[in-house]
């Protein structure tokens, strides 16, 4: 497994990372994480992210990686986050914030971890952390500061979800690494326009969450698109159809397509996957493995990408392929 620097902090970060989420009761039962999570480590990935918010999927791989130090990938690199514990979760409670950091490290079974990022900073009708909005401030960035003279914690970051908000958080300089998500993939670039440039401004680690845009990326969804579901643009459609035209064309499958997109951008420190079992993570690894993609190929991706270069105001925002649409705007 081939191995990025992870911006300012130095680390040497497995190109593919490991996503907690689905390694929780959210993707499978513990065997099947547990063998998820060794297969990793087993292929050379030295990178793990999770959070509180991720189901119990801090107390999975603290069971799971317990005695874990170093392995194939050289030493295992550990984030997780502060966000949604304990409930009612109330982000500006400073004792509550380090309760919660001391219960990540416990169920992790860890005495630090090397990265805190504070998890959804840039929506505020999610989690109102800043006491001041301009300056991003509040009681988060004390208990960051108290975490590292502890020795709790080595790096910080942020872990978002927005294009052009989390870039102004960015550039305030108090952050190492940026986990952003839904904004970079084959189809959804808008962090080509703030995120990406911030953090190379900034010196900052970039990770790159849901390459497979929440599944929209992971298989094909041809008799859906030809029949022009009511959420799905015109246009989109048409992108789609235009995708799968190259994938057929260059005989790739569409999952590692996105994969290896991703990962041909060299400012992308890491790729976070949510592989769910062992076979998941070795078709991803393989994928990985074969290295970037060639110079026309990802011409014509960005070209195709340019036939929507934004989200169309009524797309959802996670596309609700193989579900009900319940109307504009909605998840599901």
Sequence with gaps: MNTRVLGRTGLEVS????????????????????????????????YI???????????VLGRALEGAGTHAGGPLVLSTKLGGRPQPFDP?????????????????????????????????GQYDWWTDAEAYDGPVMEVLSTLKKQGLIKWTGLGGTTAYQLARIMETGKFDVVLT??????????????????????????VIGSPLQQGALARRYDEEIAAKPLWLSEPRCRQYETLYRLVDEIGM?????????????????????????????????????????????????????????FRPTHEPFFPPFGRDWKGPGAAS
């Excluded at 513990?30 to 292929?43: C, M, V």
């Excluded at 290896?260 to 690894?285: I, M, Q």
């Design 15 to 46: 190109e593919l990372a490991l996503g907690g989420l689905f390694v929780s009761s959210v993707g499978s039962e513990y065997e099947g994480a547990k063998q998820a999570i060794d297969r990793a480590l087993e292929l050379g990935i030295n």
């Design 49 to 59: 992210d999770t959070a509180p918010g991720y189901a119990n999927s801090e107390e």
């Design 92 to 124: 500006r409670d400073r004792d509550a914030l380090l309760r919660s950091v001391e219960t990540s490290l416990e169920l992790l079974k860890r005495d630090a971890v090397d990265i805190l990022m504070i998890h959804e900073p840039d929506r505020p």
């Design 181 to 206: 998500a839904f904004n970079y993939s084959l189809l959804w670039r808008e962090a080509e326009h703030e995120i990406l440039p911030v953090a190379r401004e900034q010196e900052m680690g970039v």
């Design 253 to 309: 499958p569409l999952p590692e397509l996105a994969l290896r997109f991703v990962l041909s951008n060299p400012e992308v420190s890491c790729v976070l996957t949510g592989a769910r079992s062992a076979a998941e993570v070795e078709a991803n690894v393989a994928a990985a493995e074969r290295g970037p993609l060639p110079a026309d190929v990802l011409a014509r991706l960005d070209e195709i990408a340019a036939m929507v270069p």
